[in-house]
């Protein structure tokens, strides 16, 4: 995929949203871990954890694509999805567990999404 600059944790926990519906200021912050590479990783971020499937479409649908992007399939967002999931199994550091509104089951997204690909 071609590559962009990206956020690099674009989670729902980096991004402020101020204003109302017709005019809203997001602001995503946090920008450490920004590189280049596919976008779709930061959609996988923005859509990783506890969202429903309904929510989670939601996200995707308004997310669209973006003017002078390329169109993805599902299963390229999958594959992104996997790519965080397997990333986050192998950063935190023994003993340490996020925030009580942070926590994620990274090995079990891993192993759903992993089934889901066929891999």
Not at 66 to 92: E, I, K, M, N
Request: charged letters at 20%.
């Amino acid at each position: 995929m071609p590559k962009t600059m990206i956020h690099g944790e674009f989670y729902a926990s980096n991004v402020l949203v101020a204003g109302d519906a017709a005019s809203p200021r997001v602001c995503p912050v946090d920008w450490e871990l920004a590189a280049a590479a596919p976008g779709l990783i930061d959609l996988a971020a923005l859509v990783s954890g506890g969202w429903s499937e309904d929510d989670r479409e939601a996200l995707v649908s308004a997310y669209g694509t973006p003017p002078g992007s390329h169109a993805f399939t599902a299963r390229q967002l999958d594959l992104a999805r996997l790519h965080l999931a397997v990333q986050w199994l192998g950063w935190a550091e023994p003993g340490w567990s996020p925030p009580a509104g942070q926590q994620q089951d990274w090995l079990g997204e891993a192993l759903a999404l992993a089934e889901r690909l066929e891999l």
